[in-house]
Protein backbone atom coordinates (compact mmCIF):
# COMPACT_ATOMS: atom_id res chain seq x y z
CA UNK A 1 0.00 0.00 0.00
CA UNK A 2 0.67 3.46 -1.05
CA UNK A 3 0.99 5.48 2.18
CA UNK A 4 1.09 8.70 0.24
CA UNK A 5 -1.73 8.12 -1.48
CA UNK A 6 -4.05 8.06 2.30
CA UNK A 7 -6.37 10.52 2.97
CA UNK A 8 -5.48 13.46 5.26
CA UNK A 9 -7.58 11.99 7.86
CA UNK A 10 -6.27 8.34 7.65
CA UNK A 11 -2.74 9.64 7.78
CA UNK A 12 -3.66 11.64 11.21
CA UNK A 13 -4.50 8.84 12.43
CA UNK A 14 -1.40 6.82 11.52
CA UNK A 15 0.37 9.51 13.28
CA UNK A 16 -1.73 9.12 16.61
CA UNK A 17 -1.06 5.25 16.14
CA UNK A 18 2.41 5.76 15.54
CA UNK A 19 2.81 7.85 18.12
CA UNK A 20 1.51 5.64 21.00
CA UNK A 21 3.23 3.15 19.94
CA UNK A 22 3.49 -0.57 21.31
CA UNK A 23 2.31 -1.84 24.86
CA UNK A 24 5.06 -1.77 27.91
CA UNK A 25 7.68 -5.14 27.38
CA UNK A 26 7.70 -5.03 23.49
CA UNK A 27 10.15 -4.14 21.23
CA UNK A 28 8.18 -1.37 19.71
CA UNK A 29 8.98 2.09 20.32
CA UNK A 30 6.30 4.89 20.77
CA UNK A 31 4.76 6.63 24.68
CA UNK A 32 3.18 3.65 25.17
CA UNK A 33 -0.62 2.31 25.40
CA UNK A 34 -0.34 2.30 29.21
CA UNK A 35 0.53 5.66 28.97
CA UNK A 36 -1.76 7.29 26.94
CA UNK A 37 -4.70 5.42 28.96
CA UNK A 38 -3.33 6.77 32.38
CA UNK A 39 -3.88 9.89 30.71
CA UNK A 40 -6.64 9.68 29.63
CA UNK A 41 -7.89 8.27 32.75
CA UNK A 42 -6.51 11.34 34.26
CA UNK A 43 -8.55 13.80 32.22
CA UNK A 44 -11.84 11.50 32.61
CA UNK A 45 -11.00 11.56 36.90
CA UNK A 46 -10.61 15.73 36.73
CA UNK A 47 -13.90 16.24 34.26
CA UNK A 48 -15.86 14.23 37.68
CA UNK A 49 -14.02 15.94 39.61
CA UNK A 50 -12.39 13.70 41.13
CA UNK A 51 -8.91 14.18 42.75
CA UNK A 52 -7.51 10.45 42.48
CA UNK A 53 -7.20 8.54 39.52
CA UNK A 54 -8.32 4.87 40.03
CA UNK A 55 -8.72 1.78 38.36
CA UNK A 56 -10.05 -1.51 38.89
CA UNK A 57 -10.12 -0.20 42.64
CA UNK A 58 -6.54 0.15 42.11
CA UNK A 59 -5.56 4.14 42.87
CA UNK A 60 -3.03 5.38 40.61
CA UNK A 61 -0.17 6.87 42.01
CA UNK A 62 0.35 10.80 41.00
CA UNK A 63 4.07 9.83 40.59
CA UNK A 64 3.10 7.54 37.76
CA UNK A 65 0.60 9.86 36.45
CA UNK A 66 3.63 13.03 36.47
CA UNK A 67 6.16 10.65 34.64
CA UNK A 68 3.24 9.94 32.45
CA UNK A 69 2.73 13.57 31.77
CA UNK A 70 6.77 14.32 31.50
CA UNK A 71 7.08 11.23 29.06
CA UNK A 72 4.37 12.68 26.84
CA UNK A 73 5.93 16.03 26.90
CA UNK A 74 9.39 14.75 26.28
CA UNK A 75 8.18 12.38 23.46
CA UNK A 76 6.64 15.50 21.82
CA UNK A 77 9.47 17.41 22.23
CA UNK A 78 12.07 15.34 20.42
CA UNK A 79 9.83 14.80 17.67
CA UNK A 80 9.25 18.78 17.60
CA UNK A 81 13.12 19.17 17.28
CA UNK A 82 13.93 16.49 15.21
CA UNK A 83 11.07 17.42 12.61
CA UNK A 84 12.42 21.16 12.79
CA UNK A 85 16.19 19.55 12.35
CA UNK A 86 14.81 17.87 9.48
CA UNK A 87 13.52 20.25 7.47
CA UNK A 88 16.33 22.34 7.81
CA UNK A 89 18.37 20.01 6.57
CA UNK A 90 16.34 18.00 3.97
CA UNK A 91 14.16 19.66 0.92
CA UNK A 92 11.11 17.31 1.12
CA UNK A 93 7.46 18.59 2.07
CA UNK A 94 6.08 19.22 5.89
CA UNK A 95 3.70 16.00 5.94
CA UNK A 96 6.32 13.40 4.52
CA UNK A 97 9.08 14.86 7.29
CA UNK A 98 6.44 14.75 10.01
CA UNK A 99 5.41 10.97 9.03
CA UNK A 100 9.34 10.40 8.80
CA UNK A 101 9.94 11.83 12.06
CA UNK A 102 6.93 10.21 14.49
CA UNK A 103 6.97 6.69 12.37
CA UNK A 104 10.84 7.14 13.27
CA UNK A 105 10.10 7.96 16.93
CA UNK A 106 7.37 5.20 17.36
CA UNK A 107 9.85 2.25 15.24
CA UNK A 108 7.54 1.65 13.16
CA UNK A 109 9.15 1.59 9.91
CA UNK A 110 6.61 2.90 7.82
CA UNK A 111 7.56 5.83 5.08
CA UNK A 112 6.19 7.85 2.39
CA UNK A 113 9.16 7.49 0.38
CA UNK A 114 11.59 10.05 0.70
CA UNK A 115 13.71 7.70 3.50
CA UNK A 116 16.36 6.32 0.69
CA UNK A 117 16.51 10.10 -0.57
CA UNK A 118 17.51 11.49 2.84
CA UNK A 119 21.02 13.55 3.23
CA UNK A 120 23.78 11.54 5.74
CA UNK A 121 22.66 14.32 8.02
CA UNK A 122 19.19 13.12 7.80
CA UNK A 123 19.64 9.49 7.59
CA UNK A 124 21.69 9.96 11.07
CA UNK A 125 18.81 12.34 12.40
CA UNK A 126 16.17 9.51 11.97
CA UNK A 127 18.37 6.99 12.94
CA UNK A 128 19.14 8.68 16.56
CA UNK A 129 15.51 9.31 16.73
CA UNK A 130 14.64 5.46 15.86
CA UNK A 131 17.39 4.46 18.85
CA UNK A 132 15.62 7.39 21.27
CA UNK A 133 12.38 6.48 20.18
CA UNK A 134 13.29 2.60 21.82
CA UNK A 135 14.75 3.39 24.62
CA UNK A 136 12.28 5.85 25.33
CA UNK A 137 12.64 9.21 26.48
CA UNK A 138 12.10 8.81 29.99
CA UNK A 139 14.63 5.87 30.32
CA UNK A 140 17.11 8.36 28.88
CA UNK A 141 16.44 10.94 31.77
CA UNK A 142 16.45 8.39 34.28
CA UNK A 143 19.53 7.15 32.82
CA UNK A 144 21.43 10.52 32.27
CA UNK A 145 20.24 12.23 35.55
CA UNK A 146 22.38 12.29 38.96
CA UNK A 147 20.68 11.72 42.23
CA UNK A 148 22.21 14.21 44.32
CA UNK A 149 21.12 14.14 47.87
CA UNK A 150 18.90 17.10 48.44
CA UNK A 151 18.14 18.91 51.63
CA UNK A 152 14.24 18.05 52.52
CA UNK A 153 13.10 22.06 52.33
CA UNK A 154 9.37 22.06 51.85
CA UNK A 155 8.54 25.51 50.05
CA UNK A 156 4.86 27.05 50.18
CA UNK A 157 2.62 26.20 48.11
CA UNK A 158 1.13 28.49 44.98
CA UNK A 159 -1.39 27.98 42.90
CA UNK A 160 -0.95 28.80 38.90
CA UNK A 161 -4.03 29.86 37.14
CA UNK A 162 -3.94 27.11 33.99
CA UNK A 163 -5.84 27.69 30.73
Known amino acids: MDIKQLSPASTFVIY ?8 PGS ?6 TTTVALL ?3 V ?5 GKKEVSLFNRRIPLSNIRE ?16 YALMLTQDFSFDDIL ?12 SRGI ?3 LSSAGKLLITL ?3 LGRIGPLTLVYALGTRKHQAHIVFAEEKIPIG
Not at 16 to 23: H, R, T, V, Y
Not at 72 to 79: C, E, K, W
Open 115 to 117: TPD
Open 129 to 131: LMY
Open 68 to 83: ATILVTLASAMIFVFG
Open 40 to 42: ILW
Open 44 to 48: VAMFR
Open 16 to 23: LLMFIGAS
Open 99 to 110: FETVSAFGTVGL
Open 27 to 32: TGGGVK
